[in-house]
């Protein structure tokens, strides 16, 4: 079995695209969504939901108001100002009034669990945090492993990981050669649980200044995880000059050229259409299916 991870330096080259396309290109692929912050493969790929599982992580502090005695000792230890009182404003030194609870607000709680421990009552629970949701849906081109962070909600690398290891599970129960994996962008720690012990990771970049500074960061990160790299140049028609100076640093790097993906509005009908590029007989598409055939992964 391989693994296949799409990434890119930065947001907008048109990562998700080229995922899909090779989805539809590939014989018998699992595909999962590691793009957990921001999820869009499913509205190329239009997904049907299988299964549903809640994506736990870290504690949040939940105040039980009936046995709150309002001593105000969680507010003044709680350096993230997560604990907020509820009614007419504070009593002296912090006590509250009979009109007032003291609650903790979840969005804010960094789960610390300070409060919980000078709570001289014990009237703060801790429990897990729910984070998210991910999920196992049906597609045209397969089996596809995705996945929704919660607003706020941190951890994405776990459940990134998560992502990735049941796709993994998907790929040897049902014998298929090939995990395609739609990245985050940039060089964080979901792209790190995204990349980690992959077959090849391609990147999609575009001939910009900034395209061209996230590139280096991005193949940086896949050297120092020995992780073979492939790079193609999307839009690259928009600036040919620029083009050739991405390609020539990221040879320079080690990285492999796979080719390159013309500026086209065809791209933007197909996502209208809920298509991949490939499934129209637009001239990316071509250059699309040239890259796939040069990264060479199921021969």
């Known amino acids: 079995m391989k693994e296949l991870v799409v990434i890119s330096g930065k947001g907008g080259t048109g990562k998700t695209s080229v995922t899909a396309s090779f989805a539809v290109l590939a014989e018998r692929p699992v595909i999962a969504d ?28 939940v105040i039980r108001e009936k046995d709150c005695i309002g001593c105000g000792l969680c507010v003044t230890y709680c350096r993230f100002d997560a604990v907020q009182v509820r ?33 001289p009552v014990q009237a703060i629970d801790f429990p897990e945090r729910r984070c998210g949701e991910w ?36 790929a040897e129960q049902e014998q ?32 910009t200044v900034s395209g061209e500074h996230d590139l280096e960061r991005v193949l940086s990160l ?23 100076r991405i390609e020539s640093k990221a040879a320079q790097n080690g990285a492999r050229i796979a080719g390159r993906i013309r500026y086209d509005n065809a791209v933007t009908a197909a996502q209208l259409q809920a298509k991949a590029v490939v499934e129209t007989e637009s001239k990316s598409a071509e250059d699309i299916r040239a890259i796939w055939h040069e990264l060479k992964l199921q021969e």
């Open 34 to 61: 590691c793009d957990v912050d921001a999820a869009d493969l499913h509205l190329v790929l239009s997904p049907q939901v299988k299964e549903r599982h809640e994506f736990r992580s870290g504690h949040e502090a």
């Open 87 to 119: 009614g007419r404003g504070a009593g002296g030194e912090g006590r509250r009034t009979d009109e007032e609870t003291f609650f903790v607000d979840p969005v804010a709680c960094e789960g610390c669990g300070v409060c919980v421990r000078f709570c």
């Open 135 to 170: 999920m196992v849906s049906d597609t045209r081109c397969g089996p596809m492993v995705h996945a929704k962070l919660g607003v706020a909600a941190e951890n994405s690398g776990k459940l990134v990981s998560t992502v990735r290891r049941e796709a993994r599970r998907i």
């Open 176 to 207: 298929r050669p090939l995990v395609i994996i739609d990245g985050p962008p940039g060089i964080g720690c979901p792209v790190i649980a995204s990349v980690t012990g992959a077959t090849r990771v391609l990147v999609v970049t575009e001939p």
């Open 222 to 244: 896949a050297k120092h995880f020995s992780i073979p790299a492939a790079v193609c140049v999307n839009k690259w028609d928009i600036n040919p000059a620029m083009t050739e």
